[in-house]
């Protein structure tokens, strides 16, 4: 491992523990064994450090998403959201300091969260230009464009992820343990997505 990849994985740790404010580039400095200067060497501002470290964590999720893509394109697109969602629930189970760090970003500046919401919307365009394809075979009830649906999945994806990762920040085993119980609350949220919540 580099030493830049290690001030960033320091970085996630203390970030996810402490918070933007509280955090200090002298326990990141220590805690990746390095000289608190070649932080600011390599990343210039604690600021920078925290974006960087954001991207870091963004993009081996992205990774993850392209490698369950190839195996899973052909799933019904329900199917998809379905298994996606349990893979990434494993993933933050089984990724704890780095689900922590994501929740910290309610609390940072609001230059650096915008940077960084942009750099996220970026890295999901991916997700939903692929849900959008799958969107277009599908037959759609009267009144409900593919744009709205669309919409509609979003808000719904990023709602739940907000309300797991805040309420499992600091407790990995307990979402381990409730990982199927979610999974089983997001086939029956997408069950009333795909057919309604009322009886016909």
Not at 14 to 31: Q, S, W
Not at 78 to 87: A, L, S, V
Request: net charge positive; no cysteine; hydrophobic share 40%.
């Amino acid at each position: 491992m580099s030493k830049k990849e290690a001030i960033l994985k320091a970085a996630i740790e203390v970030f996810g523990k402490r918070g933007y404010e509280r955090a200090t580039t002298d326990e990141i400095a220590e805690r990746a064994g390095v000289a608190k200067g070649l932080i600011f060497h390599h990343f210039k501002s604690k600021e920078n450090l925290y974006h960087q470290a954001y991207r870091y964590v963004v993009e081996k999720l992205q990774g993850e998403f392209e490698n369950f893509l190839r195996e899973n394109k052909n799933r019904d697109i329900f199917d998809f959201m379905e298994k996606w969602m349990e893979k990434k629930l494993e993933y933050s189970a089984n990724h704890p300091e780095e689900t922590d760090f994501l929740v910290t970003l309610v609390g940072v500046n609001e230059n650096l969260r915008r940077k960084i919401l942009s750099d996220l919307e970026k890295a999901q365009g991916k997700f939903f230009g692929f849900v959008r394809e799958k969107l277009e075979d599908l037959k759609l009830a009267e009144g409900v464009t593919e744009e709205v649906a669309l919409k509609f999945l979003m808000w719904f994806f990023k709602g739940f992820e907000e309300i797991y990762l805040r309420t499992y920040q600091g407790r990995p085993d307990q979402l381990k343990k409730d990982t199927r119980n979610l999974v089983e609350e997001v086939k029956v949220m997408l069950k009333i997505v795909k057919r309604g919540m009322l009886k016909e």
